[in-house]
């Protein structure tokens, strides 16, 4: 299966901590999203990753890919309390036009 | 702009019973997508659209699931009968197209369907 997996499935923060989220995938890839996803709602795009890129920054977030271990993490720093959420990475397939999403992790960030 | 908009919110139905959701993506998206999301897991592609033609179905159960999008824009998604495993949030997101390259998805906040 394509399908990423995270590690932790969940994770317990207090706020201003930071939080690292590390997703694994099995096959070659052209790129990896990160979403988020609130309870009850729908997943919010994040950041987008290239498979020639090795890391990238929007705002509090940091992502990593390590493509020879097929690997990505999501850092996000100084966390809020506003940063509780599933976290979910998606990979496609070289030459595949849609993504497979991970099982995700929950994060919990105590005020 | 406008996100992606999902009717219903929530939905109750007894087993064997038949249902249906409605999607409206971001205007101009020539990408729509149906994920069924089951608690504590990530979403699963049911049915790709490119504008009014089915890219990718492979996951989806035919015998009782089925989509349509008429005129490339607003998308349902029908349930007949429903079965208790098909409890699940139907999430609808769309995006834009480019050749090679997978887009930032577009996600509404689903339909919760409860089989009874």
């Known amino acids: 299966s394509q399908q990423g997996e995270e590690d932790p499935q969940a994770l317990s923060i207090q706020e201003g901590e930071n939080a690292t989220m590390n997703c694994s995938y099995k096959?070659?890839?052209?790129?990896l999203q990160w979403y988020r996803q609130n309870s009850g709602r729908g997943l919010v795009h994040l950041i987008l990753i290239r498979s020639n890129e090795r890391e990238k920054h929007s705002g509090r977030l940091r992502v990593t890919l390590d493509t020879s271990k097929k690997s990505s993490s999501l850092l996000i720093t100084a966390s809020r309390a506003a940063d509780t959420a599933s976290y979910f990475c998606a990979t496609d397939r070289a030459g595949a036009n849609n993504l497979f999403f991970g099982t995700g992790t929950r994060l919990t960030v105590i005020p | 702009e406008a996100g992606v908009a999902q009717s219903p919110r929530y939905k109750i139905i007894e087993k064997r019973q038949s249902v249906a959701f409605w999607c409206n993506p971001i205007?101009?998206?020539?990408?729509l997508y149906w994920y069924q999301q089951i608690l504590g897991q990530g979403p699963k592609l049911l049915i790709q659209?490119?504008?009014?033609?089915?890219?990718?179905d492979s996951q989806l159960p035919k015998d009782r699931f089925s989509a349509e999008r008429l005129k490339g824009v607003d998308s349902t998604l029908k349930i007949q009968p429903a079965k208790l495993e098909d409890s699940a949030v139907y999430l609808c997101?769309?995006?834009?197209?480019?050749?090679?390259?997978?887009?930032?998805?577009?996600f509404g906040d689903g339909t919760r369907l409860s089989i009874l």
């Open positions: 997101a769309s995006s834009t197209f480019l050749t090679g390259e997978n887009q930032p998805q577009h």
């Open positions: 205007s101009g998206h020539a990408t």
């Open positions: 096959t070659s890839i052209n790129n």
């Open positions: 659209f490119q504008n009014n033609g089915v890219v990718d």
